[in-house]
């Protein structure tokens, strides 16, 4: 069964980090784009990271870029996010996806596979 699991979510001060990590299984793990999306209380999803098959392009949304790191280890079929200088506005329920096309795309109306969701909480 083909699945994506995420983990690392949690309760962390403004300012502080967590790493989220998302496992794939049941699919050749390379051939696929992952991005990273999430959702607030009372908001549409929004896309927040995503990465190339090979890891050699990312793009990020303009409120994480420089605090949030979009990375992957094909030999584990995981995904991470690695965010830095937490702010309550980040809080939200973080999603990992795949994208079957070579292109890194930010639309979560593109992506076919999507995780449970882990919740990230930052207080202020």
């Known amino acids: 069964q083909v699945q994506l699991v995420e983990s690392g979510g949690g309760l962390v001060q403004a300012g502080g980090s967590l790493r989220l990590s998302c496992v794939a299984s049941?699919?050749?793990?390379?051939?696929?784009?992952m991005g990273w999306f999430r959702q607030a209380p009372g908001k549409e999803r929004e896309f927040v990271a995503a990465?190339?098959?090979?890891?050699?392009?990312?793009r990020y949304t303009e409120s994480v870029k420089g605090r949030f790191t979009i990375s992957r280890d094909n030999a584990k079929n995981t995904v991470f996010l690695q965010m830095n200088s937490l702010r309550p506005e980040d809080t939200a329920v973080y999603y990992c996806?795949?994208?079957?096309?070579?292109?890194?795309?930010?639309?979560?109306?593109?992506?076919?596979?999507w995780g449970q969701g882990t919740q990230v909480t930052v207080s202020s």
């Open positions: 996806a795949s994208d079957s096309s070579v292109l890194v795309r930010t639309a979560d109306d593109d992506y076919d596979l």
């Open positions: 990465i190339s098959r090979t890891g050699s392009t990312t």
């Open positions: 049941g699919r050749s793990f390379n051939s696929y784009v």
